[in-house]
């Protein structure tokens, strides 16, 4: 299939996703009461249910408390607004709506795991990953999203599934730290959640006139499009079932999607891009960052690329 019937599909599949999966993600955000089930019909946990819960809370370690003050190290600030509100008016964005994850009860109708999880995934705002070169932003979406200090600019790594999402963590950041340009952006693999987002921090017209380098893994587009157009139905249906995204924000509902909270229900978007990992193994040096790309497809998706930046040796 030519490259611009491809680019077509994919918009449409962009926009049919926009309006229904994502925006059903979370596009009617609902925080029902914590204390009681949102449907008329639903139940208490029954007595073997909290048995299985208290089994499991004594089996598993949960005195081992290191992965909440890992999750601390690097903090800077949190924004004062829990919500972000998409273009078409609905809210995209909800951290307010998982605040029941805030106190320190104990819930019988979530697995002890995941409601650790949940609780480590609450982490929101600015943090410093290393000092002076990488920052990321933290619970705007359901990947975060990773900004690489460059000489005058910000490579982003990753800009979440949402425009408006992906948006409101540069402006974040650069209101935290001082206001930069995005010199270049990196899409580490061909799942929407790590490429939706990249209309809300630059232009396509700086995109495509290669002013700002859009770089990707081999095959990035054919696996955004198989895996959004072709299977576009099937993975939606997939993304309801598996996270249960339709259901309130309760512990009774949608808790958390374990890897992050949800997916952003905003304008999720693509732009192609201009630069590609063609090689096994590839450095590029942009705006004095040097970064070694190696390409890993079939793993974590079908075109997918690790990043090493030897300035801080973070991968
Ligand atoms: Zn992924």
Avoid: C
Wanted: negative net charge; hydrophobic residues 40%; charged residues 20%.
């Amino acid at each position: 299939m030519s490259q611009k019937l491809k680019i077509s599909l994919l918009l449409i599949i962009v926009i049919g996703l926009a309006v229904s999966s994502f925006a059903a993600g979370g596009g009617k955000i609902v925080a029902a009461d914590p204390t009681k089930h949102f449907d008329p019909k639903g139940k208490m946990p029954s007595e073997f249910t909290i048995e299985l819960q208290n089994g499991l809370r004594k089996s598993l370690p949960f005195e081992d408390k290191r992965d909440f003050d890992e999750a601390k190290k690097g903090f800077i600030a949190a924004p004062e607004y829990k919500q972000i509100m998409a273009d078409a008016g609905h809210v995209a964005w909800d951290m307010g709506s998982y605040e029941f994850l805030l106190t320190d009860k104990e819930y019988d109708t979530i697995h002890p795991s995941l409601q650790r999880q949940a609780v480590l995934n609450m982490a929101y705002g600015l943090y410093e990953v290393m000092p002076d070169k990488i920052y990321q932003i933290r619970g705007y979406d359901l990947a975060n999203i990773t900004f690489i200090k460059g000489e005058k600019g910000w490579i982003i790594f990753d800009p979440l599934t949402a425009k408006e999402t992906s948006a409101a963590a540069l402006k974040f950041i650069n209101e935290q730290l001082g206001e930069r340009p995005v010199t270049a952006v990196v899409y580490s693999h061909s799942h929407a959640d790590h490429f939706g987002g990249v209309r809300g921090v630059v232009e396509e017209a700086d995109v495509r006139s290669g002013k700002v380098p859009v770089i990707a893994p081999i095959g990035f587009m054919d696996h955004a499009v198989s895996e959004n157009v072709y299977a576009g139905n099937a993975m939606t249906r997939r993304l309801f079932f598996q996270y249960g995204v339709l259901l309130p924000r309760s512990p009774f509902g949608h808790v958390d999607q374990s890897i992050g909270k949800n997916t952003a229900a905003g304008n999720l978007g693509l732009i192609p891009p201009n630069t590609i990992v063609e090689g096994d193994i590839e450095e590029m040096t942009v705006e004095g960052v040097k970064m070694v790309f190696q390409n890993t497809p079939g793993t974590e998706a079908e075109a997918d690329t690790n990043t090493h930046y030897p300035h801080s040796k973070a991968s």
